[in-house]
């Protein structure tokens, strides 16, 4: 089994999707609109708040050089240097206690990534309830060992990795001390084009690495996250504001509340459908075994008279014998008297 928990919430098949409402930069660097956000994202029925712990130092340099400029013409944050753009998205360190509380007392989970050992020590003095580690950060072995470290559920987002990277992690993690492990099928493209998400690979990820798998989501919309769960996903991760109206750094692609309310909404519904794979007739479709088709006398019949096609029908409701039966009827003699509208029953085969 791997399911596993994270605070009072069990993550696993035939649970309630775990959906986190990712704040990342939608902040603007403004702790009201950080509290906005996790009200809606309160309001929208989200399992999580997830944050981003990190500062521009913690994952580069400021620097000039052509190697840390983002120039890539289809980039929705081109001409930004790394150190600008993670400047200017970044959370502050001493919000983060005040948000997990009022996290807390609402009622959600909040938790983090994590970008460098730093983030995870400053997080473990708050006691975190779970971990994330980015796409952008699944090639850092030091980073997911420490993580993995503290025991506590560890979430991997699996961008851009190749199959060996991502055996790679996970080794790393199990042996570091991780056992609730979920990886998360990333498509790292900002919005992510939905041709590209390749969410079959969730049920792969699952057999293969032995553990809870789910989708981080960056494209437009919930289809490919309702889809997720339909082929096994458990979690499901989005960017999330207030608004789209609200530019910031994510803002683009993000789900605002009522987007987000409907992906709730939606995932549940998706979840509550798998089921299982028996066939057969359901609780609730016993009251429509009316409209289905079975035999009945359709002229009054006197016992051993034979049964013809005049005076025995495959009609509605479904209470009589099947019609697979009525070719072998045909020409049978009765045993009994009928009036119309009685039922054929199994009395009737030999």
């Known amino acids: 089994m791997s399911h596993f928990r994270i605070n009072n919430r069990e993550i696993g098949p035939g649970m309630p999707p775990y959906v986190i409402a990712e704040m990342s930069g939608n902040h ?3 702790f009201d609109q950080a509290i906005a956000i996790l009200d809606a994202a309160v309001r929208a029925g989200a399992s999580a708040l997830k944050l981003q712990i990190y500062t521009a130092d913690t994952l580069t340099i400021d620097s000039d050089k052509s190697d840390f400029f983002i120039n890539n013409n289809d980039s929705i944050w081109k001409g930004n240097t790394l150190y600008k753009l993670y400047e200017s998205a970044y959370t502050k360190w001493d919000w983060i206690a005040s948000i997990m509380v009022a996290a807390a007392d609402r009622g959600i989970d909040c938790f983090s990534s ?3 050992e730093s983030s995870i020590d400053f997080m473990e003095n708050l006691n975190v309830c779970a971990y994330k580690i980015a796409s952008f950060e699944n090639n850092h072995i030091p980073l997911i060992r420490k993580a993995a470290s503290t025991k506590k559920p560890l979430i991997i987002s699996t961008g851009m990795a190749t199959y060996d990277e991502i055996q790679e992690a996970v080794d790393n993690a199990r042996e570091a001390g991780c056992v609730d492990l979920a990886l998360l099928k990333c498509t ?7 041709s590209e998400s390749n969410i079959s690979a969730i049920p792969y990820l699952k057999e293969k690495f032995s553990c809870e798998v789910g989708l981080s989501d960056h494209t437009l919309g919930i289809g490919v996250a309702i889809a997720s769960i339909g082929i096994g996903g458990t ?25 987000f309310t409907l992906l709730v909404r939606s995932a549940n519904e998706a979840a509550d ?11 609730g479709e016993k009251k429509s075994i009316q409209f289905r088709r079975s035999i009945y006398a359709s002229k009054p019949i006197k016992s051993g008279e034979k049964l013809t096609e005049e005076n025995i029908r495959i009609i509605r409701p479904g209470y009589g014998l099947h019609p697979r039966y009525y070719s072998y009827l045909i020409g049978r003699i009765s045993h009994k008297d009928l009036d119309a509208g ?7 085969i030999d």
């Open 273 to 283: 459908s798998i089921g299982s794979s028996v066939l057969g007739i359901s609780e």
């Open 114 to 116: 994590v970008f460098d």
């Open 235 to 259: 979690i499901i991760e989005k960017h999330f504001t207030t608004s789209r109206e609200v530019q910031s750094v994510d803002s683009t692609f993000s789900a605002d509340e009522d987007e």
């Open 28 to 30: 603007n660097q403004s």
């Open 342 to 348: 009685d039922r054929i029953d199994d009395s009737f």
């Open 188 to 194: 790292s493209d900002y919005p992510a084009t939905i």
